[in-house]
């Protein structure tokens, strides 16, 4: 089963224009190709089938490397070299030419299409993920604030542009009001190290850090678990 997300389709002027974008389940390594081959009762064992893929792919890259094109039943490979030419004198220059490799389904990959199952399943939306918030003048960990102190978010998807006024590290109360952390020493996708509002009143709040992720247009918002509390 293939399932897929539809997605706004920026290189088409109609904004109500989408494009597919299969989501995958997950990645395979080739040791676990061979756990699954040997889960079907192969009689090979799993360090022989490691032993003769190893081999088969050296062999591939040698045959590549000496020129040869390559069939088999899964993919087609051959090499191409891209770059402009001056004229029919000019050759091949490192610094203005590439070789690559170009790869294509093969017969029994071409096979297969014809029978996958397509399901369509809700996008995805990518947001700043924060994990954890210690406050470094308590010495707590997503539970107190204090104001004018240093706080240190953990997470993924963090950075943000810091020139821009609605991204970055926010406190919102339980009133609806936000306080932004104008001061940032340091900013990474893993973690943000900055200074706590000093102006927070006592209460409870919501910490959150606002961005424009990679691809997107739009803010994205990600909230901290747990609310914070300021003495």
Known sequence: MIKYSLFENRLTPDPDDQMAVVQPISTKSMEEVVDLMISRGSTVTKAEALSVMEELALAMAQLLKDGHNIVTPLFNISMSIMGKFNNAG????????????????????????????????????????????????????????????????????????????????????????????????????????????????AGEYSLSLRTIMLGNKEIREGFLLDDLTVK
């Open 90 to 201: 000019d050759s091949y220059d490192a610094s203005r030419h590439e070789v690559r490799v170009r790869m294509k389904a093969g017969k029994r990959l071409k096979q297969i299409v014809g029978q996958v199952k397509v399901e369509k399943v809700q996008a995805i939306i990518p947001l700043p993920l924060l994990q954890s918030f210690k406050d470094l003048t308590s010495k707590t960990e997503s539970d107190i604030a204090t104001p004018g102190g240093i706080g240190h978010i953990v997470g993924s998807a963090l950075k943000f542009d810091a020139g821009d006024a609605a991204q970055g590290v926010f406190f919102t109360s339980l009133n609806g009001t936000v306080t932004k952390a104008e001061t940032v020493a340091d900013a990474t996708p893993s973690k943000i190290i900055f200074i706590i509002p000093a102006t927070l009143v």
